[in-house]
């Protein structure tokens, strides 16, 4: 009787540690592919960032780096505004509340293409 109220106990320590393995290969995969994306986006000549509905940074490539003398480190989820300073802000606002204006609300991405404008 024992052995059979234990069953399901090992099936669910079973079923626990198929997850647990999987959730370690998913999270190995997105750590390769962002080291890849970092890799590609690092080396083009061109300043790449994503930006949230808040014009927060999320994502900054090495040419940020270069351009704005501005380390990921210290610019990562801070505001244009506060990375920037505000006339640097005030030159793109324009272009970021189009670029999320034309996005689907439920979106939280949107593209724009911004002039070079080195702060």
């Given at each position: 009787?024992?052995?059979?109220?234990?069953?399901?106990?090992?099936?669910?320590?079973?079923?626990?540690?198929?997850?647990?393995?999987?959730r370690?290969?998913?999270?190995?995969?997105t750590r390769d592919s962002e080291r890849r994306l970092k890799l590609l986006t690092d080396h083009v000549p061109v300043v790449i960032v994503y930006i949230d509905r808040e014009h927060r940074y999320q994502f900054i490539n090495a040419t940020f780096?270069?351009?704005?003398?501005?380390?990921?480190?210290?610019?990562m989820m801070q505001?244009?505004?506060?990375?920037?300073?505000?006339?640097a802000y005030q030159l793109r606002e324009a272009?970021?509340?189009r670029a999320f204006q034309?996005?689907?609300?439920?979106s939280?991405?949107?593209?724009?293409?911004?002039p070079a404008m080195h702060s």
């Open positions: 009787m024992l052995l059979r109220l234990l069953q399901p106990l090992a099936r669910l320590r079973h079923h626990v540690h198929e997850i647990r393995r999987q370690l290969g998913i999270e190995a995969q780096e270069k351009w704005f003398g501005r380390s990921r480190k210290e610019s505001s244009i505004r506060d990375v920037l300073g505000e006339e272009y970021l509340q034309t996005s689907s609300r439920s939280t991405t949107a593209w724009a293409t911004i």
